[in-house]
């Protein structure tokens, strides 16, 4: 019997007293007669006995499973960019149901947890697929349904899709052509649910289609996987508790089908042990892992030699440093944490140092059965996630990751992933099967998401292509090369071979190499560091090269080097290596020495005593441990400020450029930046030397950047033709406004009282001019007869009108597709335009997003390295947010 059912199951769950709605949309397939009676699984291998009949043809469980998996390689597709497809999670639930659990709260988080946007979207599938959507059962009257609805509209929290089900007709799986529809017709996208593929599903407990629910979803997990291009994640859960709730046949089935088809069916892993049944709240951790996990993933791939987000020039910026962890158990580092997350940006996790390691070795090698009951792939993981739990609440460091809509995480302190072998100054062994290893780990590196994996470039030819050739092709993670020499010194040009060498044939994002010297008589500490220099003008693009010296005589070395520098902590037992010192003592070091002066920031205005800028930039600087100094420098005429100590300081490092200065600050710059020159003011001014030393003062604009970052979020890339901006306000900000809506790709129409004002934002960055907001299509040039004659709509208002004006917006424009109101005052925090859009539920973006957003971009370029955005952002908000007696 071949039959297409499709409709929609609803479902209540209550975890932590919040009702969610669970929903499954499902299509059915036959499955084919089993050609015996009983399945027989035993030692985690499907017996030769049970098979499948199709077509005339008998097929092994294995051999069909092993035929998908050899050509999923081949015809993977899934892209970064502009990704607007569902997630899938795969897996095996236990009795904490953590699979349906993840998928409801990551569809939760995707729109920004808004029950109306999630009603909106259920309603949507029920509509594209008409009454075949809808169980016959479920009809009900016109009353009851109403009622239903407004029920149902205040406990829609999460979206799940499951692609496996059970009903009175027995087992059926989801046919992946539904799932393809659906998709094409724009129905499911990646904020309208998170596909489910779970091989524990209540329809496994039936023996008798146990087998062919196995392979009738592996060949599910394959479309999806590779004909789709959907991003999947392995959700693997393997309880430690006896009373776990997962029976002993579904861990037979887990290991039966890992190999084949979780691992293979999947980019990205997340490990989770009792949390899905635990009382306490590790569970939030396991749901913040995964969207942190999806946040990477979404990431825009890393650019050699590129700037920006997800940057090495940022990553491992100026005066950034790494933690490398050497413990065999990463709970040995937890009394440490707290202080070392005070002084570093990174962590670096050494899997080469850990007990699970040597586990994952000696059940590779077979010879010692002590360690057939663990699973050392698993804990190595699963520790790299406990690393980033204890770290999450200690990451003032932490740069920001984009994640969805209006989302960012900024807990999430970076890993960077090594296994380093032994001959370079590591554990794991550097035979022929111990690089082999080392290459399974470093792809376990990729599927964790780290941010940073160190990929040692002396190895394997083949495998290392493979390697890189996935980190380009599936993930985001940025690739450090490396090499160690142990024991012996180079010259010169060996020494900048080395590093052309770890650029790994362009692929390489960052190079590292630590050299060894036999003495120091002759500043050889310095070796590394002057090749560094040497190397970085050879080749192009330029990438970030780190260069440092062995042992006691090579601690020099790391107060030189200015990249991403490895440390220890006063607060450890021991250090991981002969010679490190600590992010302090390197910072000192860098003081005494005039690597790092203390230089001078101020903002430039007047009338400036409201301005949060002092304590954010101060703030910030502070959290880096930076020993800069940010203040006003209210004055009223830019002269003033030109003439006066701090411009003219040794030490000026840059400022901030506020009303009434932005346009006259740009005669006493040298260079422009595109972005201010298009805009035609000046918000940032950042201080460089030229090759002879001479300072080089620079003007840019980050205005645009604090008002295209939280749209850009909002509205991703599904700009479609007829999206409108509708700018109010002609004064300096609505340029940057319009500069933004441009960059977005949004069309534009202003809006001024003095229509001089708007006519010359048209003429320079393109669009129309309104002469009112009325909706009469007959007035012409009213922002209604715009709208009809070009068949648009407003996508995003953005006022830059002063908080005083009081202004509104007509209902006209509330009444149908709700826009994004952005409206660039900060203070107050609620102005009459938000305190009305947000009441008609809008999605809205207050002033003081901006302020932290542009913020963050002016430290970026000041310093050279990633912003403590959680920082910034806390300062901001204490000074924004009303009081009481607001």
Avoid at 100 to 106: D, E, G, I, M, V
Avoid at 649 to 665: E, L
Wanted: hydrophobic share 40%; net charge negative; aromatic share 6%.
């Amino acid at each position: 019997m071949e039959m297409r059912r499709r409709y929609i199951r609803g479902g209540v769950m209550a975890p932590l007293n919040l009702c969610v709605i669970a929903m499954m949309v499902s299509a059915v397939t036959s499955f084919v007669t089993p050609t015996s009676s009983t399945s027989v699984i035993s030692g985690g291998v499907a017996e030769s006995s049970r098979s499948y009949t199709k077509s005339g043809v008998t097929t092994p469980l294995s051999a069909t499973v092993d035929a998908e998996v050899e050509s999923s390689s081949k015809k993977s597709s899934f892209k970064f960019d502009n990704y607007d497809k569902p997630i899938v999670l795969l897996g095996l639930s236990s009795e904490g149901n953590e699979l349906q659990r993840l998928a409801l709260s990551l569809s939760a988080s995707l729109v920004g947890n808004n029950p109306q946007t999630m009603q909106s979207t259920l309603d949507k599938l029920e509509r594209s697929q008409g009454a075949l959507l809808v169980a016959e059962d479920e009809e009900e009257d016109d009353a009851a349904e109403s009622k239903a609805s407004d029920e149902q509209q205040q406990q829609v929290a999460g979206i799940s899709l499951s692609a496996v089900g059970l009903d009175e007709e027995g087992p059926f799986v989801l046919d992946a052509g539904l799932i393809g529809e659906l998709i094409r017709e724009k129905t499911l996208s990646l904020t309208s649910g998170v596909v489910v593929l779970d091989f524990n599903h209540a329809a496994f407990h039936n023996k008798e289609f146990e087998v062919d629910l196995i392979r009738a979803l592996s060949s599910v997990a394959k479309q999806l996987y590779e004909e789709l291009g959907l991003l999947s994640v392995y959700v693997n859960v393997q309880p430690d508790d006896a009373d776990s709730g997962m029976s002993d046949k579904a861990k037979e089935r887990k290991d039966m089908i890992e190999k084949d088809v979780l691992i293979p069916f999947s980019d990205y892993e997340i490990c989770v042990k009792n949390e899905g049944t635990a009382d306490d709240s590790s569970w939030d951790n396991i749901e913040w892992e995964l969207q942190r996990m999806i946040g990477r993933a979404l990431l825009a791939p890393p650019v050699v030699g590129g700037t920006g987000t997800n940057s090495a020039d940022l990553m491992m910026g100026l005066n950034t440093f790494f933690l490398s962890l050497s413990f065999p158990h990463v709970e040995d580092a937890s009394p440490y944490i707290e202080q070392m997350c005070l002084d570093v940006d990174s962590m670096e996790y050494r899997v080469d140092l850990l007990q699970a390691a040597k586990d994952y070795l000696t059940k590779a090698s077979g010879d010692d059965d002590s360690c057939n009951d663990k699973d050392p792939r698993f804990d190595i993981l699963y520790q790299q996630q406990r690393l980033r739990f204890m770290c999450r609440p200690n990451a003032q460091r932490a740069p920001a990751l984009p994640f969805a809509g209006s989302g960012i995480i900024d807990d999430a302190l970076p890993i960077v992933y090594t296994v380093r072998t032994a001959h370079q100054a590591g554990t794991w062994p550097d035979d022929e099967e111990g690089i082999k290893h080392m290459f399974d780990l470093l792809e376990l590196g990729l599927r964790s998401g780290a941010e940073v994996l160190d990929v040692e470039s002396a190895w394997d030819a083949k495998l290392t292509d493979k390697l890189m050739k996935r980190a380009k092709d599936r993930h985001t993670s940025l690739i450090l090369g490396s090499h160690h020499v142990v024991g012996e010194e180079v010259s010169m040009d060996e020494a900048i071979e080395l590093y052309r060498q770890c650029r790994m044939d362009g692929r390489a994002h960052g190079a590292k190499v630590v050299l060894s010297i036999n003495g120091n008589d002759n500043d050889e500490d310095q070796l590394a560091y002057k090749a560094s220099i040497a190397a970085a003008k050879m080749d192009k693009p330029e990438i970030p090269n780190i260069g440092l010296i062995l042992g006691e005589d090579g601690s020099y070395s790391r107060i030189l080097n200015p990249r991403f520098t490895p440390v220890t902590h006063e607060t450890l037992p021991f250090k991981a290596a002969p010679g490190q010192l600590t992010a302090a003592e390197i910072m000192a070091g860098r003081l005494l020495t005039g690597q790092v002066p203390t230089e001078r920031y101020a903002i430039l205005g007047h009338n400036i005593a409201y301005s949060v800028s002092p304590q954010m930039q101060g703030s910030a600087f502070a959290a880096v441990k930076l020993p800069h100094t940010y203040t006003r420098a209210d004055v009223e005429t830019v002269e003033e400020f030109v003439e006066g100590p701090i411009w003219n300081d040794d030490n000026f490092g840059g400022c901030s450029v506020t009303i009434p200065h932005k346009a006259n600050i740009i005669p006493h710059v040298d260079v422009l930046t595109d972005a201010a020159k298009e805009i035609g003011s000046v918000n940032t001014v950042i201080v460089k030397k030229d090759k002879k030393g001479t300072r080089v003062l620079i003007g840019d604009n980050t205005d645009w950047k604090g008002i295209y970052n939280p749209l850009r979020r909002r509205i991703g890339d599904k700009i479609k033709s007829g999206s409108y901006a509708l700018i109010l306000g002609g004064g300096g900000t609505a340029r940057a406004a319009a500069y933004a809506a441009t960059k977005l790709g949004l069309d534009r129409i202003y809006y001024n009282r003095t229509p001089e004002k708007a006519q010359d934002l048209a003429t320079e960055f393109g669009g129309f001019v309104a002469s009112s907001l009325s909706d009469d299509a007959d007035t012409k040039n009213s922002l209604g007869a715009i709208l009809v004659e070009n068949q648009g709509n407003v996508q995003v208002v953005i006022s830059t009108l002063p908080a005083a004006a009081k202004f509104e917006l007509p209902e006209w424009i509330l009444s149908s597709a709700l826009p994004i109101v952005f409206d660039v005052n900060y203070k107050p925090y609620n102005t009459a335009l938000l305190l009305q859009t947000t009441a008609k539920g809008c999605d809205v973006v207050r002033g003081s997003e901006m302020l932290w957003e542009q913020g963050v971009g002016q430290f970026e370029l000041w310093t050279g390295r990633t912003a403590p955005y959680g920082v910034m952002k806390k300062v901001v908000l204490e000074n924004c947010l009303p009081t009481e007696a607001d």
